[in-house]
Structure formats: structure tokens, C-alpha cells
């Protein structure tokens, strides 16, 4: 396989839907492909080192969450020589496409995945559904979901009313029960905030040996960008795919939401809403002494001024 790749070139921030397509199979007909897969999906491959990973994304994340708006996958091959197959989907689709299948089914039949020695499937939120879902083309794959659906039918999920515009979109045929579609995977870790109730309701979905829990409190509903901002997210992936993330492990990168202002923000929220005044006081004093945090400073201002 091909050496690892240093830059995938420029920015394609501000590139409309077609130009950007163009442009990024132009930037991977050396060592890959895009591929269109129908009208709302596609697939783009890399081809470099041993390590495989499959990322889930959507155009519009891309757009937003990537400083030169590059497929994730491309990060990890500039860093560690991987190779990466990118699946996007244009909005939020859970990749419940039978052209998304078929592609699958394509490289099942042809050995694909047994090419590499390690396969790591990534997503959040419907991506997160997907790389859940679709991981069991490749057993023994190591799965990063991050606040993933486990389906969306009526039959296990009618609880969950964020998504009604999905109610005619089966997820009853192939690839479709998540939870179910990892019980060949190595291990498949599951992060989430147990106080965001659908995406806790969701992830209680998800049982099994192989099935490893991380539970976030109080980081909110975009867990993906919060560990984008604080750098730890390629990270959680290395460790994954080498087997060494464990909660220890976790808990150690996620140390880096100390400094986290949004995250700190959400804190305190919770704990006001609770009315919590000494452990609110004791984290207001912590961050203003730390940080230039003016929104801190005041509060704890009034926290002080308060009658006992």
C-alpha cells in the first residue's frame, strides 16, 4: 500500500455540493475513487496503510465540522498512515439506501475488508446508527459510535419524536436493528450523555459483551463537535483501534473539558438548576481563577453577595 499522505490539498470550505464532489475526486484518483451511490450517497476511498477506517458523514458535516472541509478519514491517513472509506450522505439520511447496501454487499463479496488488518467503523448521531449498523460486514471490526440511534421504527423506538420526518423509512429490513448488527464486531464503544434522555434511552438499547459504554454528564447534545474543539477526538480513535480505549483511558482525554468554556457553561446551568450554590461557588472560583471567563467571574459575584 501507498505511503502515508501529508496534505490532501486545499480548502473546500466555501465549495457548492457539485464543486466539492468534483474537486475531491480529483484530489483521490491516485490512490482511490469516489463513488455515487444513487442521489443522496456516496462513497470516497483512500487507499495507504493497513488500517481501514469507515466514517459516516453528511455533507453539511463535513462543511461545518472540518477546518478545509476534508472527509475525517483524511485526517487519520495525513497522521497515521490509515487508510480511510468515507460513506456521506447528503442530510441526514441513517444511510437507509438499498444502493448503500448493494455497495456493501459489493465489498463483502470481494474480500475487501479482509485486506486490512485492523477495520475501525466511526459516526455520531445517524452516522453513529450507521457505522453501528453496517459494522457487520466486517467481523471482528471495532466500532466508535457516538450518540447513535439504535433504529428508528416505531416497533422499539416510538418514544423518540426528534425524528418524525423518518417515519416512513423502514429500518426493519437489512442492516437494520443496530445493537443487533454489532454482535460480531470486537468491541463497539458507545458514547453518550445519560442526562440527553432519547440518546440514553437509545444507547440502553445496546447490550452485550462486546459492548463498552462511555457516559459524558452534562456534555450535551454535540458530543462530536465538543471533542473536536478540544482535540481528543482523533485521539479516542487511535486508542480504539489499537484496543486500548478504556474508560481509565477516557477519563484521562476527557480531562481536557477543564478548559472547555461550553462545556463549563452546561455545568454550571445544571448546577443552578438544581440550585447547588456551594459547588457552583467552588467552580465559578475555579474557572475565573484560571481562565479569562467574565460570564464566571459575575456569577460568582452574585454567588458571594447571596445571603446564606
Known amino acids: 500500500m501507498s505511503e502515508a499522505r501529508t496534505d490532501f490539498g486545499p480548502s473546500l470550505k466555501e465549495y457548492s455540493r457539485s464543486d466539492w464532489i468534483a474537486e475531491v475526486a480529483e484530489l483521490v484518483e491516485d490512490d482511490g475513487y469516489l463513488s455515487h451511490l444513487g442521489k ?14 469507515v466514517s459516516f458523514e453528511t455533507l453539511q458535516g463535513i462543511q461545518a465540522l472540518s477546518p478545509k472541509a476534508h472527509p475525517m478519514g483524511w485526517k487519520m491517513a495525513e497522521t497515521h498512515n490509515w487508510s480511510s472509506l468515507t460513506l456521506v450522505s447528503d442530510g441526514d439520511t441513517w444511510f437507509r439506501n438499498p444502493a448503500v447496501y448493494a455497495y456493501f454487499d459489493h465489498k463483502v463479496d470481494d ?11 466511526y459516526g455520531a448521531g445517524s452516522c453513529g446508527y450507521a457505522a453501528a449498523a453496517f459494522s457487520v460486514v466486517a467481523p471482528g471490526a471495532r466500532v466508535v459510535a457516538i450518540q447513535p440511534q439504535a433504529t428508528l ?40 450523555d445519560p442526562y440527553q434522555m432519547e440518546d440514553a434511552m437509545h444507547a440502553a438499547l445496546f447490550t452485550g459483551p462486546n459492548i463498552v459504554k462511555t457516559r459524558l454528564r452534562h456534555w450535551g447534545a454535540a458530543l462530536q463537535t465538543d471533542l473536536l474543539d478540544m482535540q481528543i477526538l482523533y485521539d479516542v480513535l487511535e486508542y480504539a483501534n489499537n484496543g486500548m480505549l478504556d474508560r481509565t483511558r477516557f477519563a484521562e482525554l476527557a480531562r481536557m473539558r477543564r478548559n472547555h468554556l461550553p462545556y463549563l457553561k452546561r455545568l454550571l446551568a445544571r448546577l443552578d438548576a438544581e440550585d447547588r450554590d456551594d459547588l457552583a461557588r467552588l467552580l465559578c472560583h475555579n474557572v475565573s481563577a484560571r481562565m479569562r471567563a467574565p460570564a464566571f467571574a459575575a456569577r460568582l459575584a452574585e454567588l458571594r453577595a447571596e445571603p446564606a
Open 40 to 53: 443522496r450517497h456516496m462513497s470516497i476511498f483512500t487507499e495507504h496503510g493497513r488500517t481501514l477506517l
Open 111 to 121: 474480500g475487501f475488508f479482509d485486506e486490512f488488518d485492523r477495520v475501525l467503523f
Open 153 to 192: 421504527s416505531l416497533e422499539h423506538a416510538e418514544w423518540d419524536r426528534r425524528f418524525t420526518e423518518l417515519r416512513r423509512t423502514s429500518f426493519n429490513d437489512r442492516y437494520g436493528f443496530a445493537p443487533d448488527m454489532l454482535e460480531a464486531a470486537g468491541r463497539a464503544h458507545i458514547i453518550y
